[in-house]
């Protein structure tokens, strides 16, 4: 049996204005992201995959300090293209970003990726982290990645099923995903995908 702590990275200064941070804005944790990740225990793990953006490599530092980084860019976040670094309100009035949202967020994003490239991305870099973690015996792994990169990942295979937006997670926020490895390789989904608690130091 595997558990996984699928963890979303702290607050950064772009977060705090609402800004479309993805994979081109490798920005640090702001002061608040830091204290809040600072005020709150999170479970052990014995293995840690990080999205190789800045912002999860700082907050694996925080939650795990000491513990070996193992990086898989394929859970970086998407390409936001021109609607990157921006919130809605300097994108209200562009064409293309009210053309974005009336799609529903299914059309490709100008001069950046493919929703669905995106999800397919993220998926196959999860894949990767529980063969790793299932080769090397590990009971306990933690993931910090991006809220896109989650609800790729957890849309696919978490149970019970829901929809993309439906996996939505906020800055330093996690989900507890149990897998059986015999489980996994014949179906491909997990067992298990609650939202983690945690306590104030």
Known sequence: MLRIYLIR????????????????TD????????????????????ILFVSPMQRC??????????????????????DFGDFENKNYKELSGNPDYQAW???????????????????????EGFVQCVEEAFALGSPTTAIVAHGGTIMSILS???????GY?????????????????????????VLSAEKGLWTDV
């Open 9 to 24: 990275h702290g607050k950064t200064e772009g977060n705090l204005s609402g800004k479309y941070i993805g994979s081109r």
């Open 27 to 46: 920005e640090p944790l702001c002061q608040e992201g830091i204290r809040e990740l600072e005020g709150k225990t999170y479970p052990k793990a014995a």
């Open 57 to 78: 490599r700082q907050t694996g530092e925080l939650l795990y300090p000491g513990l070996v980084q193992k990086e898989c860019p394929l859970l970086k976040e998407c």
């Open 101 to 123: 949202i009336d799609s529903g967020g299914t059309l490709p994003f100008p001069g950046g990726e493919d929703s669905e490239a995106f999800r397919i991305r993220c998926r």
């Open 156 to 162: 696919a295979y978490g149970h019970p099923k829901q």
């Open 165 to 189: 937006f439906e996996w939505q997670i906020k800055n330093g926020e996690y989900y507890v995903l149990t897998l059986e490895e015999e489980i996994w390789k014949k179906e491909r989904h």
